[in-house]
């Protein structure tokens, strides 16, 4: 078992290229009733946006030699390598000796699968696997590409092409979320699948990291029409760029309101979002009706009859989408929150500083907090 752990360690430590996505345990279990210790199991893979199982068993050999390998893909037969393999058993680290051993196994299933691709039956997919995945030495791009195939009967094969979007943090400046792509890129996958007519249909599909999806949740590749994979990857790529840019603009037009709104309201903040500046809140209460002026929070929950709680929310799209306004009064038991959303609601355009929208936004709570 401590060998079969080891290699899940030697996974999790990023010992594997990108083509390995996940790596899972299975079905493990003793040869004999008399041990234990399983020496036997399935190693569950995603490889390029494709499911793999390979059987492995030790057939109670210990540590005298590499484990015997159970391959899903009967094309895949790699007799030399592991011949070659067996040599080298005792020359890795004993914890990590099934993690090496996986490793150059699959780069051996690189070159199967990409041969797969290479000399597959439909003219189409040669064409894409030329123009997008075969490297050029005179031409540099902005992406890297695999390719993974897997069998669907009939002796079909649907192919997964892997384009990860490498350089598309460039232009971002000095931000969290140039970080996250940077360490994590965006992923398109095209799924080419065979149709009754003898065709192709390609599906595309964007996969994002989970931080990524916590910072930026509309981030989704544009619909496939027609063309080839190259032209399409090119409009992905801008069409990334693009919502990455307006979140990344939308960070800072959020931060400098916010920062406005303290300026002019700072002692009466109650809270606010410190890292994607999404919301404030401020207690208010009006001191004297004839003169419109604000206290700081710690004061209004003596007793004042007129104390009102703001909350501002701004939404992905700010500056272009208006503020979510809500105001409630604390004072009065059956007051019920006012919202204010809509272009009615009050004036205002995405156009305006963000100082001119603090101060608007200012006169406008003057208005709707202060008695009539």
């Not at 390029?48 to 492995?56: E, F, L, S, Y």
């Not at 971002?172 to 996958?189: F, I, T």
């Not at 949740?217 to 090119?234: D, N, V």
């Not at 809509?342 to 205002?348: E, I, T």
Request: glycine fraction near 6%.
């Amino acid at each position: 078992m401590d060998k079969f752990m080891g290699l899940v360690e030697f996974y999790n430590e990023g010992n594997f290229d990108s083509s390995l996505e996940s790596l899972l345990l299975h079905d493990m279990k003793p040869g004999t009733k008399q041990k234990a210790v399983p020496d036997r199991g399935t190693v569950v893979m995603k490889y390029n946006g494709v499911n793999i199982k390979w059987g492995i068993s030790f057939c109670g050999l210990g540590d005298k030699g590499p484990p015997d390998f159970f391959f899903d893909d009967t094309r895949f037969m790699p007799l030399s390598s592991l011949a070659c393999l067996s040599d080298k058993w005792n020359t890795y680290p004993k914890k990590y000796m099934l993690g090496h051993i996986m490793r150059e196994l699959l780069k051996e299933y690189k070159k199967h699968q990409h041969k797969l691709v290479a000399l597959h039956d439909s003219q189409l997919i040669q064409y894409e696997y030329a123009q997008t995945v075969v490297p050029l030495s005179d031409e540099k791009r902005n992406y890297t590409a695999d390719v993974a195939t897997e069998e669907i009967g009939n002796g079909h094969r649907v192919v997964f092409f892997k384009i990860t979007l490498t350089n598309i943090h460039d232009n971002l400046g000095n931000c969290s979320l140039k970080k996250l792509v940077q360490d994590s890129p965006p992923v398109l996958y095209v799924k080419y699948s065979p149709t009754s007519a003898g065709q192709f249909e390609a599906k595309p599909f964007l996969s994002l990291s989970p931080k990524i999806k916590e910072e930026i949740t509309h981030l989704e590749c544009p619909p496939w029409r027609s063309g080839y994979l190259l032209g399409y990857i090119e409009l992905v790529q801008k069409s990334v760029e693009e919502d990455l840019q307006t979140h990344v603009n939308g960070h800072i037009a959020r931060r400098r309101f916010v920062a406005s709104f303290l300026s002019h309201f700072g002692s009466a903040m109650l809270e606010y979002d410190v890292e994607q500046f999404k919301w404030i809140y401020f207690l208010f209460e009006v001191v004297c009706s004839y003169l419109y002026s604000f206290t700081c929070h710690r004061t209004c929950l003596k007793g004042s009859d007129n104390v009102t709680l703001v909350g501002i929310k701004l939404l992905p799209k700010f500056p272009e989408m208006m503020p979510k306004i809500v105001l409630k009064n604390l004072s009065k038991e059956s007051s019920q929150p006012v919202t204010l959303e809509n272009p009615g609601d009050y004036p205002y355009s995405p156009r305006w500083s963000m100082e001119e929208m603090a101060t608007r936004t200012r006169e406008l709570l003057k208005q709707r907090i202060m008695p009539s």
